[in-house]
């Protein structure tokens, strides 16, 4: 199967088409690269030092080369063997470390094999695995403990990494490289990378003996994960809190004593960083924001503890401080060492010595593992002896740099805490110089571990200064004045990381990320591990034991990393190559030798690499050149035939090959092309690993794989491109000094935004340059790409980007810029010239920035081309040809749109270059596009002045009317323009209307007619559908004739006088008017929420009006009409009055409650009645709730006048004339004791004039009364006492009440009137029925809509009831029993519902009825007043229903019974028990009526019954008590019963033994003869209306004539004088309290036609039996 291809032709070899696998080694022009043929293409491919690992599609690996843990020692080395153990798994990623192999199959499970001597397999128990097996990464902190699957592996010599599918490292295997906190190696079992927890690690990479992780910037994403407030290793907090005098330090620099801290960049002095030391290569500045930052000097601040060790760090980071590389002479004999050659600082022999005197004084010599260099004293690894004076020194002088505040609080603190206070943020701030690392701590193991502060953890995701200095603030935290205990909660608030809000400028680079599935290019790399070489890239030579941020590759958007044996490389989004470490064999591809911190590879000009890969000692790139096919870049060691065979194991020896290798100069000064790799075809991954190097690559099958390659260099090119305008002209334009001054706060914002939308811009094309280059990396497919999936994401960006150049170009930004531009870039613009690609022979400046600005929309054109050529590698009719093709033609009409944009853009910046000055400044906006404009007076005002100068203007907001001196804006949106039809007239005219005026513009011509017409409806309709979708500007000819609806929704601000002036409308619009839903708001605080028509308030509406006095607001809700309040609605007032019922023009005005003051406040009141133009006029009822007094009578404007009756609590009664709101006139007065006065009043309660005054025992006085009532009346008269020797007593002096108050037919006249209104009558009877039934329906369909839109208002049941009301029963035609049952149920239906106006009514009557005759209402006096009114109320609302059912007889005519046979009567007759058998059905309002109103009337009237007959009552009851002590027997025979109607025996109810059995009536039994009908009876209390009564006292004589009947076995006819002791009997067992009031309540509102008939005759025996009892004599 291995076969050498070496002529590499492209001939029919039947290896297929993709994923084709070329290896070779070294870089001479005589190296030829063999194929590997294999089943399948290969997706991945890794190497070891001997061996590789290949992953073929399928999911099946295969291992070549040497595989000594193999049992069976295979013969042919080469030859790939299929790893047969993994065939049932569906492996999905390979890594191969030196000597061992790792897999990772689909659902995330791991599998390992190979050299197992310092578990790197993860397999205790084993020095080497021969075959794959699983490994399981069980997370323990979890409970129950869960297996953790994973996405990809990296195996280095003797160490494996693991990414989880969570993004979290674990590691098993040996050496510090593992970044575990473990002191026994090797770990078995695989451990997650603590240090790294929390933090989203997107990819990591294995050297031979250090990690590397590329980690995601914590973000604003990443804050929702729980801060960590313990330390993860030693358990203590990381806050730490002390509370002294008035001060609070907050210090989270905590320190971990398990993890010495061994970072040479924690330990630096506060004085200004060395500018410059190091030489950097030419490619990579020091950034000058770093560098520039200036500390204070030591000393100069005592009290600066704000100053951040971080800000140090960087500057470190990026080369301001000396390497240290190991220097022998700088090694002293206790091993510390001074890692510093030059040391800038003037007392450095005064810090050796002072290192000196600590060191002599450990107890024993420091032991130094593997070269590794020693550490400062933590507070937990202090060698015992280590005199305190010495440490207390230390601290003291920690105290004193950190700031006297706290020095003074040193001493109350324990040793130890002030340790891990100050030393490890501020460790050797003291004098400790910078480079120091320290002396040796922990001398009992060999191996010294550390740990990277928490800090460098938190906060080294952002390179903005800014953040860092809001970071310094947080790292020290004093709280003045806080003595008490802080809450844990502040606490964590305050060591939580604040971001800090800046202007979003492209400095920053925090960019927001585009959603998820774009690739993250904030990144920061990660590495720990052995750093002898400069490995780990921290500028130093030492090792690290946990993983620590390269500070200096933060922001450079690192997309990738790959570690070499010693050496590692980072690829950037910008296609540039970072490298640092070992370079013996010139691998870094720089000359730097070795590097400790990363430099740049050096690449010619134009080359853009994007893959990387490391071996041994080489490094491979898989760059972009001239053309977009893929080329390989080689730098390392030149590898000689049969060299490998004799490179031995041992490393000494390996060591002087090295040297002699350099002497023999095979390596690389730079990367050099491998020539060969144009004939591979498009190679879409590189690999290295020992001295090896595969490449796969793929055929261009249909073109597909090379437009993938083309459009992936077009968009790595193009961010690049970005990337160098950015940084070389916006950033340096965007700092210079002069900008604000020379710009203006306004341009100067749109060059920010602009700025931003460039940055933004960018961005997105990183990532989608990023993420086209991981798809070549994987799949080379066109489903993945992001251009399709989330085109609007990039259309969104482009449109935006074109905006805000297009506003920055219309407000003349690039002419001001164009003096500071001059300034800076001097006079011959190459570099400007070179980036906006400009062709002119000599541009302006300003051309130069707009092409340069608008550089980035030529893109599109790319897009689109780019897209169709994938586009053509497919069938037509396939989706992706179809999803290609669409996205395609959306990029291609967005360039061109954003064409357009821009030539409206020049054409409007033009536009205001000639336009007079005055006028530019006010109407000069950002957003505002020219549309056209009538300057050549093709457009004048029709009757306009002489000399008048019009000049009218379209915006793309505005119609713009400018005079000579003056101008008025019209907004489009409420602009409707017309044309005027022609008819002869000659003239070409258009009409506009705006909310307030109407004007008519005269165009020159038909063509000008038609022109303007078009452009202002265009630009109205683009302004109402918002003005982002500007579709095409004026003039591009598009046919269609755009009508902008005459309806739209839009605001307005009104600016003439009148009712609106300075009033905003915002809602729905019809021509010029508001129509529909809006909201009218005035400056003064009024506002209208509601409908409105034709311009005014019209319909439901809220209004508000603030009461300036009260500082209250008055709140209207209900109906409107012409912009007045109109119809039903309620107002509360300020004061707290609140206005119920109807209105009229504003006013209140007919039927209407007003309730004054709460029930607590001064003055409660109710007034319930009728009003006029918004006076009381008219019948009401007044209950004046303070005085406890009730009037019930007629007012006018306020007052009341005319007749009423006065109720008082104290049970005084009046009722008589009133005039001037008092008691003028002839009156009648009674007393609660029947004392009555009749006479003349002249004022409340105070009589005045002739009239006679009666005692409540007859006696009276006839004369003239002076004075007020109840307080000493002045008498001249006579006195009579009438029954002096009269016999006959019974002839009293009744006073006859009711003659002086307002009839029952008078009251409550706006409530009827209404309903009339609302049926569409304007006076009661006079209309048509058929117009009161579409009334109706109106009515109900409209609330039904309103509830339907709130839902919850109305239960299920009542929106059943309108359902079945809409249909509208039959009305006109001869009314049978059938129908008038129809009717009956309708009317009861209706009436349950106050959205009809049958039910409205009955609902008013009930409020009102219920205000009279409640509370203080309740006199008996009142009764027959009540009963008249319930009377009237019923002939009112028959007259309505007669007017409905027009066919309805009128009161009591009759409805013909169909003329059937008896046997139907009899029926009729159960079905409706309520009538008498009669011929026919005597029509009544009582019967049809009664029982929709009685009920809700019932509770008050029955209340003045009981009142009434409360005497009579009270003698019945008595007598009832007494005669019920009685038993059955001795009763009936008391009652004078006949015998014969004795009950002998009585059926027993069926608890008792047998059911149904008799039971003797004995002389002692008691309520047990005739007790069914004496239940019967008792439900009378339990009936409303007095035909349900009636029904109940037939069904109680049924019951006794059936019991009697039972006994004497025979038919049976009552006589009167047999009946009534029975009846009387069951009466009196019966018990009922208030049979008075019932008798007297039967007798007032039964049906007349129901008097003399067989209910009329039971009537009158119940009535018999009530006075029989009353007056019974008991002997």
């Known amino acids: 199967m291995f076969l050498t291809d070496a002529s590499l ?75 047969s153990v993994l065939s049932g798994q569906r492996v999905v990623a390979v890594a191969a470390g030196s000597f061992h192999s790792g897999a990772v199959t689909e659902d995330g499970g791991v599998h390992m094999w190979g050299d197992n001597s310092s578990g790197q397999c993860g397999l205790s128990g084993l020095s080497t695995v021969p075959n794959p097996t699983p490994v399981a990464l069980v997370d323990s902190d979890t409970s129950p403990p869960q297996t953790v699957p994973v996405l990809e592996l990296a195996c280095g010599e003797q160490h494996t990494l693991a990414l989880s599918v969570q993004r979290e490292a674990w590691a098993w295997g040996s050496g510090c490289q593992l970044g575990l906190n473990v002191t026994v190696f090797p770990v078995w079992k695989p451990q997650k990378v603590e240090h790294l927890a929390g933090r989203y690690v997107l990819q990591v990479a294995c050297g031979a003996t250090h990690s590397l992780a590329l980690v995601r910037c914590l973000g604003p994403q990443d804050n929702h994960r729980p801060p960590v407030d313990k330390c993860r290793q030693c358990n203590q907090l990381l806050y730490t ?48 924001s770093y560098t520039s930052t200036s500390h204070s000097p030591k000393g100069a601040e005592p009290s600066d503890h704000s100053q951040d060790s971080e800000k140090e760090e960087s500057a470190l980071a990026n080369g301001a401080l000396p390497e240290s590389d190991s220097d022998p002479s700088a090694q002293s004999a206790a091993g510390v060492a001074l890692g510093v050659k030059s040391s800038p600082y003037p007392d450095e022999q005064a810090v050796r010595d002072y290192l000196k005197k600590l060191s002599d004084n450990t107890q024993a010599e420091a032991k130094t593992a593997g070269g590794l260099h020693t550490l400062l004293p933590s507070a937990g690894g202090l060698p015992s002896s280590t005199p305190s004076s010495t440490l207390n020194s230390l601290v003291a002088s920690c105290a004193s740099a950190v700031g006297e505040r706290v020095a003074s609080t040193y001493e109350a603190l324990s040793l130890k805490k002030m340790m891990n206070f100050y030393l490890p943020s501020g460790a050797a701030r003291s004098g400790v110089p910078a480079g120091l690392t320290g002396v040796a701590g922990d001398n009992t193991t060999e191996r010294v571990r550390q740990e990277e502060s928490t800090q460098a953890k938190k906060s080294s995701s952002t390179g903005d200064i800014r953040e860092e200095e809001a970071e310094g603030l947080r790292r020290r935290l004093s709280l003045p004045g806080l003595l008490s205990q802080v809450s844990p909660r502040l606490l964590r608030k305050a060591c939580r990381p604040r971001m800090r809000a800046v202007a979003l400028t492209p400095l920053g680079g925090a960019v927001p990320e585009a959603q998820e599935v774009f690739p993250t290019l904030q990144t920061e790399v990660w590495s720990w591990g052995h750093g002898e070489q400069g490995q780990l ?158 490449a796969l690559w793929d055929r261009n099958v249909m073109g597909l794989i090379a437009s993938l390659h083309e459009l992936a260099a077009a968009e790595r090119k193009f961010y690049c491109k970005l990337c160098n305008i950015k940084t070389q002209i916006i950033r340096p334009l965007l700092e210079l000094e002069s900008l604000s001054a020379v710009l203006g706060p306004v341009a100067l914002g749109l060059l920010q935004t602009l700025a931003g939308r460039f940055s933004l811009l960018c961005h997105l094309t990183g990532q989608h340059a990023a993420s086209l280059t991981a798809n070549l990396r994987r799949v080379r497919e066109v489903k993945s790409l992001l251009v399709l999936d989330h085109a609007s994401i990039f259309l969104d960006s482009y449109h935006e980007y074109c905006r805000a150049v297009g506003n920055f170009q219309v407000m003349g930004g690039f002419q001001t810029l164009t003096k500071p531009s001059l300034d800076f870039f001097g006079k011959s613009p190459e570099l400007l010239k070179k980036l906006s690609e400009c062709s002119e022979e000599n541009p302006t400046m300003a051309d130069l920035l707009v092409a340069l600005f608008y550089l980035p929309t030529r893109h599109l054109d790319e897009y689109g081309r780019l897209l169709l050529k994938l586009a053509t590698c497919f069938e037509v009719c396939s989706d992706d040809y179809q999803r290609l093709q669409d996205s395609c033609s959306r990029f291609e009409a967005l360039a061109l749109q954003l064409k357009r944009k821009r030539k409206d853009a020049d054409y409007t910046f033009h536009f205001w270059k000639s336009f007079p000055g005055k006028m530019t400044d006010s109407l000069r906006k950002p957003h505002r596009r020219l549309i056209c404009e009538s300057s050549n007076k093709a457009l004048t005002l029709q009757n306009a002045g002489r000399f008048s100068v019009n000049w009218f203007i379209v915006f793309n907001d505005a119609l713009v009317h400018a005079q000579f001196s003056t101008h008025h804006v019209f907004p489009l949106a409420t602009l409707w323009v017309e044309p005027i039809p022609e008819e002869n007239t000659g003239i070409y005219g258009l009409k506009v209307i705006t909310p307030e005026e109407t004007f008519t513009l005269l165009a020159s011509s038909p063509m000008e007619k038609t022109k303007w017409l078009r452009s202002i409806n265009q630009a109205v309709d683009q302004a109402l559908s918002g003005a982002g979708q500007d579709s095409a500007s004026i003039g591009s000819g598009s046919g269609q004739k755009l009508e902008p609806p005459a309806s739209r929704t839009a605001s307005y601000t009104f600016y003439k006088d009148g009712r609106l002036k300075e009033a905003t409308y915002e809602g729905r619009w019809l021509t010029g008017k508001p129509n529909g839903r809006g909201v009218l708001k005035w400056p003064d605080g009024r506002i209208y929420t509601g409908t409105f028509r034709n311009g005014l308030e019209d319909g439901f509406g809220e209004f508000l009006a603030p009461n300036k006095t009260l500082n209250k607001n008055d709140h209207y809700q209900g109906h409107w009409k012409d912009g007045k309040m109109h119809g039903l609605g309620t107002y509360r007032y300020a004061s707290g009055e609140v206005y119920d019922g109807s209105f009229q023009d504003s006013m ?45 009578g007629m007012w006018q404007d306020h007052q009341r006048q005319g007749t009423g009756v006065v109720v008082t609590q104290f049970g005084l009664y009046y009722e008589g004339a009133f005039k001037d709101n008092k008691m003028m006139g002839t009156g009648v007065l009674l007393s609660e004791d029947d004392t009555t006065y009749e006479g003349e009043f002249s004022d409340d309660w105070t009589l005045n004039g002739k009239g006679v005054l009666t005692m409540p025992n007859s006696d009276y006085l006839e004369g003239s009364f002076n004075g007020e009532w109840g307080s000493g009346l002045k008498v001249a008269g006579s006195y009579f006492k009438p029954h002096l020797f009269d016999t006959d007593k019974d002839k009293t002096r009744a006073v006859k009440l009711g003659r002086l108050c307002v009839c029952a037919e008078d009251k409550w006249q706006a409530v009827f009137e209404e309903c009339w209104s609302q049926l569409g009558c304007e006076a009661p009877g006079r209309g048509e029925s058929l117009k009161a039934w579409e009334n109706i329906a109106v009515a109900l369909t409209t609330s039904r809509r309103h509830i339907q839109d709130s839902p919850e208002i109305m239960s299920r049941s009542h929106s059943r009831t309108l359902e079945s009301l809409e249909f509208i029963p039959q009305h006109v035609g001869p009314i049978t029993m059938e129908r008038y049952h129809t009717i009956r149920l309708y009317l009861i239906k209706a009436c349950d519902t106050p959205l009809h106006p049958l039910g409205r009514l009955v609902e008013a009557l009930v409020a009102v009825y ?82 929709v109103l009685l009920p809700r009337l019932y509770p008050p009237l029955f209340t003045l019954y009981a009142l009434d007959k409360e005497r009579e009552d009270d003698v019945y009851w008595d007598c009832v008590l007494r005669l019920n002590k009685q038993p059955d027997l001795a009763l009936l025979a008391f009652l004078g019963v006949q015998q014969k109607f004795w009950p002998v025996s009585v059926s027993v109810p069926a608890s008792k033994p047998a059911v149904g059995e008799k039971q003797q009536v004995l002389s002692s ?71 008075g009031s019932e008798v007297s309540l039967i007798e007032d509102l039964m049906d007349p036609c129901v008097q003399h008939g067989e209910h009329g005759i039971m009537f009158t025996t119940l009535k018999a039996c009530y006075y029989q009892i009353q007056h019974e004599k008991i002997t």
């Open 241 to 288: 809190m002390t509370d002294k005098e008035d001060h609070v330090i907050i210090s989270d620099g905590h320190y971990c004593p398990l993890g010495v801290e061994l970072t040479g960049d924690e330990s630096r002095l506060e004085a200004p960083a060395p500018t410059q030391v190091l030489k950097t290569s030419p490619s990579e500045p020091v950034l000058p």
């Open 537 to 694: 890239g921290h500028g130093d030579n030492l090792a690290r034991l946990q993983p620590l941020c390269i500070k200096s590759l933060n922001n450079k958007e690192v997309v990738r990393v790959a570690a070499g044996a010693h050496h590692s490389l980072a690829l950037t989004s910008q296609s540039q190559v970072f490298s640092w470490g070992s370079n013996s064999s010139g691998q870094l591809g720089h000359m730097e030798s070795p590097s400790t911190i990363p430099r740049l590879a050096k690449l010619s000009e134009g080359i853009r690499a994007w893959d990387i890969s490391a071996g041994e000692k080489h490094s491979l790139l898989l760059a972009d050149g001239d053309c977009f096919r893929p080329i390989i870049y080689y730098s390392g060691q030149q590898v000689k035939d049969g060299v490998e065979e004799s490179q031995s194991k041992e490393p000494g020896q390996q060591e002087e090959r090295e040297e002699e290798e350099e002497r023999a100069g095979g390596y690389t000064q730079q990367p050099v092309l491998l020539p060969f790799c144009i004939d591979l075809g498009y190679v879409s991954n590189v690999f290295a690993g020992g001295q090896r190097c595969v």
């Open 1410 to 1491: 219920r205000m009279t005759y409640v509370g203080v209402g309740a006199n008996r006096r009142l009764l027959p007043q009540a009963v008249n009114e319930i009377k009237s109320y019923l002939n009112r609302i028959f007259q309505i229903v007669r007017f409905l059912f027009p066919d309805l007889p009128e009161e009591g005519g009759l409805i013909p019974e169909p003329t059937t046979n008896q046997q139907d009567k009899t029926d009729q007759g159960s079905a409706a028990p309520l009538e008498s058998p009669k011929p026919g059905r005597v029509v009544s309002s009582s019967a049809l009526l009664l029982p």
């Open 1148 to 1192: 209140r005005h007919g039927h209407g409650m007003l309730r004054s003051g709460k029930l607590n406040t001064s003055s409660p009141s109710v007034f319930i009645g009728q009003w006029l133009n918004d006076k009381k006029t008219g019948y009401g009822v007044f209950d004046d709730i303070t005085k406890g007094e009730k009037y019930m």
């Open 9 to 83: 032709s492209s001939g029919d070899d039947g290896g297929g088409e993709r994923g084709l696998l070329h290896t070779w080694r070294g870089y001479s022009c005589s190296v030829t690269p063999e194929r590997l043929l294999l089943p399948g293409p290969v997706l991945q491919v890794a190497l070891g030092t001997r061996h590789g690992v290949l992953l073929v599609e399928g999911g099946q690996v295969y291992s070549f080369g040497e595989l000594p843990w193999k049992q069976s020692q295979v013969p042919e080395p080469a030859k790939p063997t299929l790893e």
């Open 1565 to 1635: 039994t008691k309520d047990a003869c005739f007790a069914s009908a004496v239940e019967t009876l008792q439900q009378i209390s339990t009936t409303f209306t007095p035909s349900d009564k009636l029904q109940v006292i037939q069904l109680t004589f049924e019951e006794i004539t059936q019991e009697v009947q039972s006994l004497l076995k025979q038919d049976f006819l009552w006589s009167m004088d047999d009946l009534f002791p029975v009846f009387l009997y069951v009466v009196l067992r019966a018990r009922i309290r208030n049979l």
